[in-house]
């Protein structure tokens, strides 16, 4: 059976995004957050712009790779406007003043296979230009990931945990000599999916 090709440049991405729905998590939540996959056009492709969360007690993704967002709070309309928000806090970039391309399906975040009573709600948006990137305290390192050699398996890897014991592994995209596994990986998966289909 042939190999799907996806097709990921920025028009293709669009148009995906705008003929469907994004489902929403089925179950209850605890607590909501939302996270922007921001694109820019790459010489092969967009560019996805990633985070390393900085190294803090206490956080279960503390140096994490993922995409800017985080916790909903009350004065936020709704989870675009968290999305807008808590980007602009971590890495100074105004959303407002590029594309919204659509909504992607909501995740349950877990930590160590536990559900954490926490689902996100990941955007996908186009910058309409360079914009200047000032991560703040809570960011460690920017980094862009290329989107068609994800795509394409060229850059997969596998990070190895030790828990309880054992060995886990986990799939995931080496960017920059960091490896972008665990919820990232899976919100890039259905961006995949959803161009995929």
């Given at each position: 059976?042939?190999?799907?090709?996806?097709?990921?440049?920025?028009?293709?991405?669009?148009?995906?995004?705008?003929?469907?729905?994004?489902?929403?998590?089925?179950?209850?939540?605890?607590?909501?957050?939302?996270?922007?996959?921001?694109?820019?056009?790459?010489?092969?492709?967009?560019?996805?712009?990633?985070?390393?969360?900085?190294?803090?007690?206490?956080?279960?993704?503390?140096?994490?790779?993922?995409?800017?967002?985080?916790?909903?709070?009350?004065?936020?309309?709704?989870?675009?406007?968290?999305?807008l928000?808590?980007?602009?806090?971590?890495?100074?970039?105004?959303?407002?003043?590029?594309?919204?391309?659509?909504?992607?399906?909501?995740?349950?975040?877990?930590?160590?296979?536990?559900?954490?009573?926490?689902?996100?709600?990941p955007?996908?948006?186009?910058?309409?230009?360079?914009?200047?990137?000032s991560?703040?305290?809570?960011v460690?390192?920017?980094?862009?990931?290329?989107?068609?050699?994800?795509?394409?398996?060229?850059?997969?890897?596998?990070?190895?945990?030790?828990?309880?014991?054992?060995?886990?592994?986990?799939?995931?995209?080496?960017?920059?000599?960091?490896?972008?596994?665990?919820?990232?990986?899976?919100?890039?998966?259905?961006?995949?999916?959803?161009?995929?289909?």
């Amino acid at each position: 059976m042939p190999e799907t090709v996806v097709d990921v440049e920025l028009d293709a991405i669009r148009r995906k995004l705008a003929a469907r729905d994004a489902r929403k998590h089925p179950g209850p939540a605890e607590r909501r957050a939302a996270v922007a996959a921001v694109l820019r056009p790459g010489s092969a492709g967009p560019d996805l712009l990633l985070i390393r969360r900085s190294e803090r007690e206490g956080d279960p993704w503390s140096g994490h790779m993922a995409l800017p967002g985080g916790h909903s709070q009350a004065s936020d309309r709704d989870l675009l406007a968290t999305a807008l928000r808590e980007t602009l806090e971590e890495v100074g970039v105004d959303l407002r003043q590029h594309e919204l391309l659509g909504a992607l399906d909501e995740h349950a975040a877990h930590a160590q296979g536990q559900f954490t009573g926490l689902v996100i709600a990941p955007f996908v948006f186009a910058l309409r230009e360079d914009p200047v990137i000032s991560p703040n305290h809570e960011v460690a390192e920017v980094l862009w990931g290329p989107l068609a050699r994800m795509v394409r398996g060229e850059i997969d890897a596998v990070l190895e945990l030790q828990r309880a014991g054992q060995t886990m592994r986990f799939p995931g995209y080496e960017v920059g000599g960091q490896v972008v596994w665990g919820l990232t990986h899976r919100v890039l998966q259905s961006l995949f999916g959803v161009l995929g289909s």
